[in-house]
């Protein structure tokens, strides 16, 4: 009979050992996975949006595989001009941060 005791609190702290680990304690099973799958989601909406900056990116090449777009593109964007060209910059008044001195 002192065997089944011993047999029975080795089970029961066995036991209560699992409901622990799985439900209680800061690492728990359930929390670990609950935090994983947040991250997995985290990490699939970067996912997405990695590649649709990839196709944006892939469609901007195509765009300037040819010269004349290449050439568009840096004049509008880096104001790059020709050797004996002049090129004229005109800001507008709405465009422009202006702080009134009242």
Request: a negative charge; proline letters at 0%; charged letters at 30%.
């Amino acid at each position: 009979m002192n065997l089944n005791k011993f047999k029975n609190i080795y089970i029961i702290i066995s036991a209560i050992f699992i409901v622990w680990m799985l439900f209680l304690d800061a690492n728990s099973w359930f929390s670990t996975h609950k935090e994983l799958n947040r991250q997995i989601e985290l990490l699939e909406q970067q996912k997405a949006n990695l590649q649709r900056e990839i196709t944006k990116d892939r469609q901007s090449i195509k765009k300037f595989s040819s010269m004349d777009e290449l050439e568009k593109f840096a004049r509008e964007r880096y104001f790059m001009k020709k050797e004996n060209e002049e090129i004229y910059i005109i800001e507008y008044a709405d465009s422009l941060n202006l702080e009134d001195n009242e």
